[in-house]
């Protein structure tokens, strides 16, 4: 049967490709750089939330640098199982394993994610200034908390001057 490979000549010649560059495994991340990308992440957010005027941004804004934040101390643990029963685990369920000292701002944060939902959503009257406001100002603790957690240096965002 000229012409045509058998099995065992696929495999053959397959073993002696280079792999193609689709198919080459990705370096592992390294989880100092995955946790210190999630904590700019968070503070780009937070700097979000600042310069934001709408309540329902700023809201969003600021529990989504919270929500990077935490990933950034799930990126710096070893490994925890992510899903239980075929269900993905929230982050806020993963942060009190990987580091038990969050277990109320984990709690915290998990409490207001429906409301970002709303947020999200554009629901009237989801979220109140004043809401915004201090969940802005509670990221913005929670982001150095973390920081200071992990040992990374961070840089607290700074208020955005109003136009005048």
Do not use: N
Request: with cysteine; net charge negative.
């Amino acid at each position: 049967m000229s012409g045509t490979m058998t099995a065992r000549g696929i495999h053959s010649a397959a073993e002696s490709m280079p792999p193609s560059p689709r198919h080459r495994p990705l370096p592992a991340p390294r989880p100092a750089h995955t946790a210190v990308g999630q904590l700019h992440a968070a503070r780009m957010g937070l700097a979000e939330a600042a310069e934001a005027t709408s309540p329902a941004v700023r809201y969003v804004c600021a529990h989504l640098a919270a929500l990077r934040a935490a990933a950034a101390v799930l990126a710096s643990k070893e490994p925890l199982e992510t899903h239980r029963r075929g269900r993905p685990r929230s982050v806020w369920v993963l942060l009190p394993e990987a580091e038990p000292a969050l277990r109320e701002w984990a709690a915290f944060f998990a409490a207001g994610a429906d409301k970002r939902a709303a947020a999200e959503a554009g629901l009237p009257r989801a979220v109140t200034p004043r809401e915004a406001e201090e969940l802005v100002h509670d990221a913005e603790v929670f982001v150095t908390l973390v920081e200071d957690t992990l040992g990374i240096d961070g840089q607290p965002t700074l208020p955005v001057p109003e136009a005048s």
